[in-house]
């Protein structure tokens, strides 16, 4: 009898407590409806409801760690075609630097590594339009797209305190995961992983054949600089491996 009135009363607890915790939510969900509807009716712009909405997700995501981010579906397909290991497009890493479009590195044997185009070159249009302003999310939307399109390129490059204009036809761009396999001294095998993407299995599988082939004895997998990638895909790699 004891057990069950304590049971009895820890379940009336729980449902209270639960009660309690949804009541707390509707009230704050209560308090973002009336900040919004505010925003909405006062602030000096008049800003779209979704940009608002993506805002408060972006806030609410972030405030949980560091890891953890809401992403709009630009941004989720742009993480699709980067895992996915191969696109149309030009061959060059960019990144904003300084307030400008820059060139970190072009791919080796891509349409912008055979044109010409080299780290730190400036990208000040695309297509004709300045890239003053732009977003790296943006100038990627430009970059990329269908194979055996033409796109025109004005570069500033620095280093020669030149404007250069380069045409260059988009392919389609595989990203390689290994950046290197090789036998080092005393039957050494050494592959350097860059990062998990879908191909990744297949890749590592392939390149530790080769090496056991060339009479490999033992592995250094080189993860240094490695940002990660695919979850599962990690995990598969690792039971290969």
């Given amino acids: 009898l004891a057990l069950a009135v304590i049971f009895a009363y820890g379940s009336y607890a729980v449902s209270e407590i639960d009660k309690k915790k949804k009541d707390e939510l509707y009230r704050q969900v209560e308090l973002f409806s009336d900040s919004l509807a505010i925003i909405q009716s006062e602030y000096v712009d008049e800003v779209p409801p979704k940009d608002l909405i993506y805002g408060a997700l972006k806030g609410m995501l972030s405030s949980l760690d560091p890891y953890t981010q809401f992403m709009d579906p630009d941004s989720y397909n742009e993480l699709k075609v980067d895992t996915e290991g191969k696109f149309g497009g030009l061959g060059i890493e960019i990144s904003i630097k300084d307030g400008l479009l820059t060139v970190i590195s072009p791919i080796e044997d891509t349409p912008a590594w055979k044109a010409g185009i080299k780290a730190n070159d400036r990208i000040v249009k695309i297509n004709n339009e300045l890239t003053r302003n732009i977003t790296l999310t943006d100038a990627v939307k430009k970059l990329r797209g269908k194979p055996k399109e033409e796109v025109s390129l004005t570069i500033l490059r620095e280093s020669e305190k030149k404007i250069l204009e380069f045409k260059v036809v988009r392919d389609i761009i595989k990203i390689k995961d290994i950046k290197e396999s090789s036998i080092l001294e005393d039957g050494a095998g050494y592959i ?48 290969g491996e």
Avoid at 197 to 226: F, H, Y
Avoid at 230 to 235: D, E, F, G, M, S
């Fill in 192 to 239: 350097r992983l860059v990062e998990f993407r879908e191909n990744t299995p297949v890749d590592l599988a392939a390149a530790l054949d080769k090496l056991s082939k060339e009479g490999m004895n033992a592995l250094i997998l080189d993860l240094r600089n490695n940002p990660g990638g695919l979850l599962n895909v990690a995990a598969i790699a690792g039971e």
